[in-house]
């Protein structure tokens, strides 16, 4: 799977859209991106992924430039409930059963969401 | 839907004694994972299950690690003879079935403090 860069800390004032880089310029063309989030002594949550186009749910927007080199995980009105770690992971589809797609975290971008 | 869950969820013990931890994940969900994470490091993979098959361990998985499904359903790790250095969060995960967009689903993790 692709390697991932993403700066280790980042702050946002609450009510502000927090955008999150992350760069994979080594990503395949059938890798997903992944974005997760722990929140202090929480198992990770996952947010949203996307393979080429961009993806939105209720939690967040991913935007994924063309040439799939980075992409960008927007929360669009911060909350301080979204203080937390995100991780960014780059994961090739699962091929058959026996296979496990195991995710490989960095360090992720600590986030934190301030008054 | 109740999700993955896993127990305890903190776990304090004296080095040399043998442990055992479960993971109970979402109903259904075929594919089940253990993760562990240390502090200030994001979860790395330890081993993964095919129903009741385990199919992937890491090198990380020493001979004193030792996990089971024995129905498929709920998983224990268990590890023996534990030492300072297996201090860490235990975390669960789990899939409904292998497909190009697996998404894992993480329990909140059982915290080791092994003194």
């Known amino acids: 799977d692709a390697k991932t860069t993403q700066p280790p800390s980042m702050d946002c004032a609450e009510g502000r859209a927090a955008n999150l880089p992350c760069n994979h310029s080594t990503i395949s063309g059938n890798e997903y991106v992944y974005w997760y989030r722990q929140i202090h002594s929480q198992g990770p949550q996952y947010i949203i992924h996307?393979?080429?186009n961009n993806e939105t749910n209720e939690m967040a927007s991913l935007i994924i430039t063309e040439d799939r080199k980075s992409s960008t995980l927007i929360l669009p009105h911060a909350t301080l409930r979204d203080t937390a770690v995100y991780y960014c992971?780059?994961?090739?589809?699962?091929?058959?059963?026996?296979?496990?797609?195991?995710?490989?975290f960095g360090t992720g971008t600590r986030l934190q969401v301030t008054l | 839907d109740t999700g993955v869950s896993q127990d305890p969820r903190h776990k304090i013990t004296k080095r040399g004694q043998n442990v055992t931890f479960r993971c109970d994940p979402i109903s259904e969900h075929n594919r089940l994972y253990w993760y562990r994470q240390t502090l200030g490091q994001g979860p790395e993979f330890l081993t993964y299950f095919q129903n009741e098959a385990q199919l992937e361990k890491s090198r990380l998985l020493s001979d004193r690690f030792s996990a089971e499904r024995p129905k498929g359903s709920f998983s224990t790790l268990e590890i023996q003879r534990t030492e300072q250095g297996d201090s860490a969060m235990y975390l669960c995960a789990s899939t409904l079935r292998a497909s190009a967009q697996e998404t894992q689903y993480f329990g909140p993790g059982t915290r080791l403090l092994v003194l």
């Open positions: 992971i780059v994961r090739a589809p699962t091929i058959n059963t026996g296979t496990a797609s195991k995710l490989t």
């Open positions: 996307g393979l080429k």
